[in-house]
Structure formats: C-alpha cells, structure tokens
C-alpha cells in the first residue's frame, strides 16, 4: 500500500518534468527567434542589466510560491546562460555560412567516457550537423588531423582549475597551424574507479593521465606504496585497468560506466570545484561578431633586454584592452629565451586592437594570432538572493 502512495507521487513527479521539459524546448525556440531579431537590428546578444531585472523579478515571485532565493536564481541562470550561448552560436553560423557541415569530424583525446568527449558533446550540441568522433592518442594526433584536412575540428584542454596551464598544449600551438574558433568549460569530477568487487585495499597499481594526477596529487600521496602508471589518455588508463588484476584507474563515473567498471572512491580531485577549459581549433580562422563577447589569443616574443615585456603589455593598458591571462614557455632549441601566450578580451575587428597589434610590432620580435572566438566564460550577474526564510523586519 505504501509503494502504491510512493508510486503515484512518483508518477505525479515525472509528469511535471516532462511539461517542464516541453516548457524549456519551447523557450528556446523562442530565443531563436530573439537572435533573428538581434542579427536583424544589430543589437548585442547579452542584455545582462534586463537579465538581472528579470532574475530578480522571478526571485521575488518565486518566494511568494515557498522557494529559495538561491534556488531559483541558479536554475534561471543556467537557463539564460544556454540561451545565450545557444544564440551566439547560431549569429556565428550566420556569419560564418561556410563553416556550416551536414558533418563535423571532431578529434579529440580518449575515447568513449572521456573528459574530452564530454566537451565535444558540449559544444557541437549548440550547432548543427551530425558529429563524426575521432578519438585520438595524443594531443599532437589531434592537430594533425585538422592540419591534413582530416578533422574539421580538434577539441584541446588548455587549463584546469586544479592542475593550471596545460603545457603540452600551449608547446603544441607554438608551430601549429591551426587557428583557435572556440572554448568552452568542462566540468571535471574524477573518480577512482575499478573491476567489480575490488575495493580499495585491493588494489596495487592504478593507471591514469598525467593530467588526472596532477588535479587528484593529494588523494594519490595517501594511496601509500600503490604504484602509478601513466597513460596517454584517460581512455588508456580504463582499458589497462580492465586488464590488470587488481587495479584501478582515476576516471570519470561514466567514463567507468561505459566501460563495465564501477566507483571504488568518488570526488578524489583536490578540489571539489574542478574545471577544464577546451579550445576548438580548426584549419581557417572564423570571422566573430562584435554583437558578442570575444576573446583573442596571441604568442609573441619580446626583446632579451630589461622592461621589453612591460613595454609590450603597457600597450594593452593604453588601448584599453583587458588582459586575462599570461603564460611564457621557452623557445625549444634557444636556452634562456620565451615566448609569451596572452588571452585578450577583444575582437580583432575593433580599432583599439587593431592600432595595439601595430603599437605590438614595433617592441616585439614576432607576433603570430592564434585565434579570435567567441567567448563561452559567461559570468553571472549578480543578483541578491536573500532565502526565503530570512527574516524581514
């Protein structure tokens, strides 16, 4: 009789997601129809002061119906978040009509479960075509293919909230030639994971990337004597732990789901909080919207003289032009000497970048753009969230 009543609320409460999920299709195809607008009176694609009336307007009417403040303004903010990406994509695919393909081969590192496959799905869910997966063996594979026109994109993680700059990556974009059209966020929850029935006082050896070592360091200091084995990939590291008696392998749940594997350990990153952000290279560079946030990324090396790299960077700051991120790594075959990867927000179409990169050239020895793509690091307004069980005076 109990699981009759439990049943039926069950029941009561799949029907209401189901209408939720009609009510979320339907919005979205609204907010299509709001980007053919935007394109059509050349109006930005983020309105974040209406967004933050709006947040607020819907807070206030959510407490009036018993919920959270903070509830309901993170459900909204990822709602407005996927449509605002979902119309930069698609300004993108107007500007852009070549880059429009009945298929996408789309490289990647790993295969089935792995971090990088999620972040393909991730991105490519957002434009149109079919998604041709090439799973690949090494982050130089992945350029390759785009390079020789055999993948039409190539998915690289560059940077991890736990781990930092990826180096083998940004080493990579040094001399290839490819050109950076995107990014995106990928959430990161590893796990170890194992054969059936083994636990973790089983286990001797684990197998995983470098990369899911360095953001899992503390939980692998306290395995002990257990030894770690490197892998090229994530995916590398399942497939070796399927085969090796007693052992394990730092993964993804699904990634070890896929694989008929199952959680010994959740959450063993030293963060709970773990992010790694990708970037979309192809073979051409993409024209961007000024209609849309925008990132640029350039190497350049300064003169081996005191102050060159201030003199470069100051030219930023005259033209106005935000710098969110540096990064030097040394010149293969010339000891002492570094180039330097700088992530801008701004678009190449605008005059302030453009007379920078002149300024640029007159106080550096080579400069090369790597890319300039729309940028996915939507920051939430912020909006005050008070619970609805606050007590007001």
Known sequence: MANDVLDALRKDINEIDAELLVLLAKRRRISHSVVEYKIAHNKPI??????????????????????????????????????????????????????????NRVAYLGGQGS??????????????????????????????LVETGQADYGLLPIENTCSGSINEVYDLLQHAQVSIVGELTQSVEHCLIAQPGVELQDITKVFGHPQPFAQCSQ???????????????????????????NSAAIASAQAGKNAGLEVVKSAV???PDNHSRFIVVARKAMQVSKQIPTKTTLIMATAQSAGALADALMIFKQQQINLVKLESRPVPGNPWEEVFYVDLEANLAQSNVKRALESLKEVTEYIRILGCYPSESMKAVKVNTPSSHAIEN
Request: hydrophobic share 30%; with cysteine; proline share 2%.
């Open 219 to 245: 939980f692998v200091q306290g395995l002990g004597d257990m030894q770690l084995s490197y892998c090229d990939s994530t995916s590398s590291a399942i497939q070796e732990a399927l085969k090796t008696k």
């Open 115 to 144: 971090y990088s496959q999620l972040a393909c799905h991730k991105y490519f869910s957002r434009r149109p075509g079919q998604v041709i997966e090439l799973g690949c063996d090494s982050f130089q594979k992945i350029t390759q």
């Open 269 to 271: 990153a030293n963060q």
């Open 46 to 103: 983020r309105d974040e002061e209406r967004e933050l009336i709006v947040l607020e307007k819907l807070i206030s009417y959510g407490k009036s119906l018993g919920l959270d403040g903070y509830y309901v303004n993170n459900v909204f903010q990822t709602i407005i978040e996927d449509s605002v990406l979902h119309q930069q994509a698609m300004l993108q695919q107007n500007l852009n009509p070549e880059s429009l393909n009945e298929t």
